[in-house]
């Protein structure tokens, strides 16, 4: 008669390389982004649909739409480990910076300190050290 009793249950195995927490914090921030630029996107054509103009409205939806998928496409390399996606990423939070300036300079209020603070937020995580090596394949950028 076989048994019925089993032996200990095996341990659980560590991850072999968890993701740095400042990598999760940066792809999640970004895509916190792109959701926002697919929201502009949605308020882009709801003003189509009531009669807004046609050709710069339709230029705005398919440039934050295009924004969006660059963001999302490097935020999927840089949590696959690939460099690539730092360029994307810290190239769009340059013009996040730069907008959110101009912003705050146009009488923006605090509203404008939101996203300058979570592009640097992005820019600090994607550039600390743990982040680096762990997206480039190891090995630690040169200096």
Not at 12 to 37: G, I, Q
Not at 67 to 94: C, D, E, H, M, S
């Given at each position: 008669?076989p048994?019925t009793?089993?032996?200990?249950?095996?341990?659980p195995?560590?991850?072999p390389?968890?993701?740095?927490?400042?990598l999760?914090?940066?792809?999640?921030?970004?895509?916190?982004?792109?959701?926002?630029?697919?929201?502009?996107?949605?308020?882009g054509?709801?003003?189509?649909?009531?009669?807004?103009?046609a050709?710069p409205?339709?230029?705005?939806v398919?440039?934050?739409?295009?924004a969006?998928?660059l963001?999302?496409?490097?935020?999927?390399?840089?949590?696959?480990?690939?460099?690539?996606?730092?360029?994307?990423?810290?190239t769009?939070?340059?013009?996040?910076?730069?907008?959110?300036?101009?912003?705050?300079?146009?009488?923006?209020?605090l509203?404008?300190?939101?996203p300058?603070?979570?592009?640097?937020?992005?820019?600090v995580?994607?550039?600390?050290p743990?982040?680096?090596?762990a997206?480039?394949?190891?090995r630690?950028?040169a200096s």
């Amino acid at each position: 008669m076989p048994s019925t009793s089993s032996g200990p249950a095996p341990a659980p195995r560590p991850s072999p390389s968890p993701r740095p927490t400042m990598l999760v914090v940066a792809c999640a921030s970004v895509l916190l982004e792109a959701a926002a630029l697919v929201v502009g996107a949605g308020a882009g054509v709801v003003a189509l649909v009531g009669g807004a103009d046609a050709g710069p409205v339709v230029f705005l939806v398919v440039l934050a739409l295009g924004a969006a998928a660059l963001l999302v496409a490097a935020a999927r390399g840089l949590w696959g480990g690939r460099r690539w996606g730092r360029g994307p990423v810290l190239t769009a939070q340059i013009l996040v910076v730069v907008t959110a300036a101009t912003w705050w300079g146009a009488g923006g209020g605090l509203r404008a300190l939101v996203p300058m603070g979570l592009a640097l937020l992005v820019v600090v995580g994607v550039l600390s050290p743990r982040v680096v090596r762990a997206t480039s394949g190891g090995r630690a950028a040169a200096s």
